[in-house]
């Protein structure tokens, strides 16, 4: 018999914060003025995420940013408040995959949570939560479209700008065509028009943006079995703050407390966007739940 035990994640209170703060102003060589100094500060914290990524972040019918991703930065900011002892409020900007790391790299943001793939090229700018979610990365088709073009090769496929989807698809399909758009939403418009016959991303945000633009029309995704290569979604953050990204880090791993039973706080989130009365119906498959409780790494 094996037996497997999960010990409960500590929370991150105020005594510990404080000794962490403490500790950054004295270790040499760590910035003293760092995004929780500055939230203790000005009780503001500046996040981005996306308005194209359904249900992950997109734009309700007031144009209010809303979605799993900004659920989950209400979570980060309810922490904050709470640590902090003081209100925290939020500023939510809109960004694109073209300025997401920009935006952090320059100290406009102190968070983007969306559907961003950590590189190693990204992290010489920036640097990256524990993993939020993982997918597989797919081409949508309008199955008409397959009795003309049934291979993928044969396509022109609309990408985003500023997205590892591309060089996904290099790599998997030598000598494929790609065509880039500021957006996924301006992706899927052309393909609507028929300026391309597929458009690449994440399966889920596929899904999203056919029920979005075309909730009459038959799709299909591509490869039908496994997916060309899986791709991890993380929060971006400022480089070198460790303080702030183990806060972050603390709170994300705090949520996924009870996931191994498929419950707790973050199954509620997912729930909420992705189960049966959800936006849509994405399941959270066992290697995907696995392999965000392996994120977990630290000693208790």
């Not at 992705?274 to 066992?286: A, I, K, N, Q, S």
Request: glycine content about 8%.
């Amino acid at each position: 018999m094996v037996l497997s035990f999960r010990f409960p994640r500590p929370r991150l209170g105020r005594p510990l914060l404080s000794a962490l703060l403490v500790l950054a102003a004295l270790l040499p060589g760590v910035a003293a003025a760092g995004t929780l100094d500055r939230l203790k500060e000005t009780g503001v914290l500046r996040a981005g995420t996306r308005a194209d990524a359904i249900p992950f972040a997109y734009e309700d019918g007031s144009g209010k940013p809303v979605g799993f991703s900004v659920d989950l930065i209400e979570e980060i900011r309810a922490a904050a408040e709470k640590s902090l002892g003081r209100p925290v409020t939020l500023d939510l900007s809109v960004i694109t995959p073209a300025n997401r790391i920009q935006q952090v790299a320059e100290g406009k943001l102190d968070i983007v949570c969306e559907i961003t793939t950590p590189t190693w090229d990204r992290e010489k700018q920036v640097d990256f939560s524990v993993p939020i979610f993982r997918d597989g990365t797919r081409i949508l088709a309008f199955r008409d479209t397959l009795r003309t073009t049934p291979n993928p090769k044969d396509m022109l496929i609309g990408v985003a700008e500023g997205t590892t989807t591309a060089t996904i698809l290099e790599e998997a399909l030598p000598g494929v065509r790609i065509k880039s758009y500021p957006t996924m939403d301006a992706a899927f418009a052309a393909l609507g028009k028929g300026e391309v016959q597929g458009v690449a991303n994440i399966g889920v945000v596929l899904l999203g943006l056919s029920r979005k633009f075309e909730p009459g029309r038959s799709v299909v995704l591509l490869p039908r079995a496994a997916p060309f290569g899986n791709e991890t979604m993380a929060c971006i953050l400022p480089q070198n703050d460790s303080l702030w990204r183990d806060f972050v880090n603390h709170t994300i791993v705090g949520l996924e407390d009870g996931l191994a039973d498929y419950r707790g706080r973050y199954m509620e989130l997912h729930d909420k966007w992705f189960g049966r009365g959800g936006v849509m119906v994405y399941p959270l498959d066992r290697s995907t739940r696995d392999y965000l409780l392996q994120s977990d790494i630290w000693a208790r």
